[in-house]
């Protein structure tokens, strides 16, 4: 019989129920809009799919051109028609002009485009002397020594023009006055060394095997009139083993650098111009002399080239720990086949280029002590000059011809190890993880080591977690099995709105609010959980002493309430207990106490407000999926074990946790996912600072927050731009690892538990 359920509503009596038709176009409208929304839905997840897909494609090919290896494309050969000098080899930056210094003592000049000879430029108030040494000063800058001992200044110039459209490229080489080194003794200038600082300048020259003269010129500025300059030359004294065969001074004119017949490289210290010092004595790894040394550019990096065809760099560092400068050895490169006869560093990164008696080439990078191309000339190598954009290299044999190659290295600075491992930069006294990613020099060492970042990624979300999982899952487990069901309609929506709350808010108001307020009640929060510990636990010894009858007036649940007075005694408790302990116990300055006990510095900005604004941020989504995935767990397990003698206390540990175990599973690494990939918490909480230091106190910087600084002023297509997509690469496969971790375990934890 078929009952009228509108009339029984309506508390009429019970009528006959119209009956329900079911007509073939209804149905099959309803079909047809099913197979529409199983569509629908369909697409929609493929777009998903795809549109992360899509994302990782374009991340993947801004990174990939990263690792691309070099390559260098020869571009034709000139000739100068005459024998080259060992130095005084240069080009435009256009690499359209290049010219090169010859033994008769002439500047000579050649198109490199069609190898026309330009007009050369013979060198002024030689006289009856000859070219016998050159120096270079810095890029198309040289002294130039004779065989009468005298030294002529030389810089070269070019001039660009535009006419009808084309550009044109016309050297204007300026020669300085010439003056002499000693003029009581003429004597032949075997090597030249010179730099040009704040101080005066500073002439090193090697008039013989084992003899050196130091010139020193020193300006006075005067307040009225000209400046006057004074010269002073003597003699250093050398005591090294064997003939001095090559020579090079920083720009600084701090050190000066010998190397040696019997492969030494002996410092001197020039800091006291009053008394040079000899500082360090190295021999070079092959034990062959030492042909040819050269700096990077800022000078700081040392090249040497030995007879064996050994390349290596050194440095001159501080100890570890204190005391005088040492030189140290930082790398050794590919040995080349034949003695090194020149070497030209880059003018615009720490590359360099070496080459060989036998006409072979390397192109190196004197960060990660790699070597990243090689290249033959075809014939005994005399001179060479790396172009001043990095984009291409020149080499000039014995017979005067010119080879000219391109070279297409846009990341040379970029390799695992200078990524992920242990780097030894210009300065430090070992090698670290440094990221530091611009300087305020043109001769900066770019730092681009990402193992800083991906540490101060995971020590955030190690503490984000450590305040979250343990609030989230305890909270989680009382709303779920404990709270009354009236309180816990409240409750819930109200965590579930803190997930709203914008990430930049709580990140400002972590800095500007948090940071202060935290840096005042320090030894307060450390005392903090053992004293509300003590206060709940007394808290429930005074409730049970309350009499039933008083205590069945209150709901089953709702004594949480009861919590919040003792919650807030306990923590004024903590905080008044927290600042006796300061003032008794460390000294009145717990900054201090930190410093001296524990060697370590407090940070106002630091991991402990990161950890509790981001667990305040990462809370809401723990708590709601781990109390949904509770509340799902079946009613007559409860019943069951409820029936069998077991508590509440017991049932929810014993049988609903375990249950419910995939999905609180699930909760944790969703929080994780959500603290890895947290920027503006992190960014505006922490001092931003790349270091490497699981300390609490101090600061650090995550992958996210590292890639919203940098990203807006990275050159678009530059090495900086490519490793910030690096980073975002990483950060994505750090997700997709955990979320497949995650999945796996859920999976496992789920068959386990499924027969519950």
């Not at 490229?169 to 020669?175: E, H, M, Q, S």
């Not at 010179?194 to 307040?223: D, I, R, Y």
């Not at 800022?298 to 390349?311: A, C, I, K, P, S």
């Not at 909270?475 to 930049?504: Q, R």
């Amino acid at each position: 019989m078929a009952i009228d359920t509108g009339a029984l509503r309506a508390g009429g009596p019970a009528g006959a129920a119209r009956p329900l038709v079911l007509t073939k176009a209804r149905t099959d409208r309803r079909m047809r809009f099913d197979r529409w929304a199983t569509r629908l839905v369909a697409l929609g997840g493929l777009s998903i799919i795809v549109s992360i897909l899509m994302i990782l494609i374009v991340i993947t090919a801004e990174v990939f051109p990263l690792f691309r290896k070099p390559a260098a494309r020869l571009l034709g050969t000139s000739s100068l028609a005459s024998a080259p000098l060992a130095s005084g080899l240069g080009v435009d930056e256009y690499r359209e002009v290049a010219y090169a210094l010859t033994a008769d003592g002439v500047l000579r000049f050649v198109a490199l485009g069609d190898g026309r000879a330009i007009t050369a430029v013979p060198l002024p108030t030689l006289g009856e002397g000859r070219v016998a040494s050159v120096a270079a000063l810095g890029r198309d800058r040289y002294l130039i020594g004779t065989t009468d001992g005298r030294v002529l200044p030389l810089e070269v110039k070019f001039q660009v023009d535009f006419k009808d459209g084309r550009r044109a490229v016309t050297p204007a080489p300026i020669f300085g006055e010439s003056w002499a080194l000693a003029p009581s003794a003429r004597r032949p200038i075997l090597r030249l060394a010179a730099a040009t600082p704040a101080s005066g300048q500073l002439t090193v020259a090697q008039t013989g095997p084992t003899e050196l003269m130091l010139q020193t010129v020193v300006e006075t500025k005067a307040l009225i009139g000209t400046a006057t300059k004074r010269a002073s030359v003597e003699r250093l004294p050398v005591e090294v083993d064997g003939a001095i065969t090559a020579l090079r001074l920083d720009g600084r004119g701090e050190d000066l650098f010998i190397g040696t017949s019997r492969g030494q490289i002996v410092r001197f210290d020039l800091r006291d111009r009053a008394s040079p010092a000899r500082a360090d004595v190295a021999h070079v790894p092959s034990g062959a002399s030492v042909s040819v040394v050269d700096f990077l550019i800022g000078d700081r990096t040392l090249v040497v080239g030995d007879e064996g065809g050994g390349v290596s760099t050194w440095q001159v560092v501080p100890p570890p720990h204190g005391g005088a400068l040492r030189m140290v050895g930082l790398h050794e490169f590919a040995r080349h086949r034949a003695p090194v006869v020149a070497i030209g560093p880059s003018t615009r990164d720490k590359g360099f280029v070496t080459a060989d008696v036998s006409g072979g080439l390397h192109v190196s990078y004197g960060t990660s002590g790699a070597t990243l191309l090689r290249m033959d000339a075809g014939g005994p190598l005399r001179a060479l000059v790396f172009a001043p954009k990095a984009d291409g290299v020149l080499a000039l044999d014995t017979n005067g011809r010119l080879v000219h190659w391109a070279v297409d290295n846009p990341n040379p600075e970029v390799t695992l190890r200078t990524l992920f491992g242990k780097v030894w930069y210009e300065g430090y006294s070992a090698p670290a993880y440094v990221w530091q990613s611009t300087g305020g020099s043109d001769d900066f060492e770019a730092k681009l080591s990402l193992t800083p970042l991906v540490y101060g990624t995971l020590k955030g979300t190690f503490y984000a977690l450590l305040v979250a999982v343990p609030l989230a899952l305890l909270a989680a487990l009382y709303v779920s099995e404990f709270m009354h069901s009236a309180i816990k309609g409240y409750v819930k929506p109200v965590v579930e709105i803190m997930a709203a709350l914008p990430s930049v808010v709580l990140g400002f108001l972590a800095g500007l609010w948090l940071a202060p307020l935290v840096e005042r009640v320090v030894p307060g929060l450390f005392v903090l959980p053992p004293v509300l510990t003590v206060a709940i636990l007394a808290g429930l010894l005074v409730y049970r002493t309350v009499p039933a009858g008083l205590r069945q007036r209150f709901r089953s649940g709702t004594e949480v309430f009861l919590l919040i007075p003792v919650v807030a005694a306990g923590a004024w408790a903590a905080f008044a207990l927290g600042g006796a302990i300061e003032a008794t116990l460390l000294g009145g300055d717990y900054h201090g106490w930190l410093l001296r006990a524990l060697g370590l510095t407090y940070d106002q900005r630091n991991s402990l407000v990161v950890g509790i604004a981001m667990g305040f941020a990462v809370i809401p989504v723990i708590f709601t999926i781990a109390e949904d995935s509770l509340a799902n767990v079946p009613q007559h397990l409860r019943a069951g074990s409820l029936a069998l003698g077991a508590t509440r206390w017991q049932t929810a540990v014993r049988v609903v946790v375990p249950t419910a175990s995939p999905g609180i599973f699930s909760a944790v690494m969703i929080g994780f996912g959500r603290a890895v990939g947290e920027t503006m918490i992190v960014l505006m909480a922490t001092g931003n600072t790349p270091v490497m230091d699981w300390s609490i106190f101090s600061g650090f910087r995550a992958l996210s927050a590292n890639i919203a600084v940098e990203l807006p002023e990275a050159p678009d297509g530059g090495t900086l731009f490519r490793v910030l997509f690096l980073a975002a690469l990483l950060l994505f496969c750090l997700t997709f690892a955990v979320n497949t971790a995650a999945e796996v375990v859920r999976l496992r934890l789920r068959r386990k538990y499924r027969y519950l």
